[in-house]
């Protein structure tokens, strides 16, 4: 597959957007060859291998700040989902981190008819002992699937169409 991608691209400029990668072994093989392409790898660990041996620049990318995951949030939840200040408290206990954020916009989509206060309840629950990281924490609520027995999970929005 890799070996097809890169035949498809050669001689064209081109910028591959590689997301959630895990090792340099599954990088490599994607990475354009040609001259005026590149690649963005994000991982949520440092892909060392590929920092010495193929020359790629790290680039660490932190937290957003609290007004902008406060807009990121009120943007994908829409402006009358939630109060500022249960946003505020989302962001917060999300450590304003987009993967964090995103977690709690499923859940508060999955559950159309729960106000955010509950999902803040929910995560202030998790014991940070077991998820020490506020990714682990919002994680550990979707994992525990829907509330209450027999109860559907809720309603798929689907965001934009991918482009080409």
Avoid: F
């Avoid at 963005?40 to 620049?57: F, K, P, Q």
């Avoid at 829907?146 to 169409?161: D, F, I, M, N, S």
């Amino acid at each position: 597959m890799a070996a097809r991608v890169r035949s498809l691209l050669a001689g064209r400029r081109v910028l591959i957007v590689l997301d959630n990668a895990a090792t340099a072994h599954q990088v490599r093989p994607l990475l354009p060859g040609g001259q005026g392409s590149c690649a963005v790898v994000a991982s949520r660990t440092w892909l060392t291998d590929l920092l010495v041996r193929d020359g790629l620049r790290a680039v660490p990318v932190g937290a957003l700040s609290e007004e902008h995951a406060v807009t990121l949030l009120r943007t994908l939840l829409g402006p009358d989902r939630c109060p500022p200040e249960a946003l505020r408290r989302v962001a917060e206990l999300a450590g304003c981190l987009p993967l964090s954020l995103r977690m709690a916009v499923a859940w508060l989509d999955a559950h159309p008819e729960r106000p955010a206060s509950e999902l803040v309840g929910l995560v202030e629950r998790e014991d940070p002992a077991h998820g020490v990281s506020p990714t682990a924490r919002m994680a550990a609520v979707l994992r525990a699937g829907p509330l209450g027995a027999g109860t559907v999970a809720g309603k798929y929005r689907p965001g934009p169409e991918p482009r080409a």
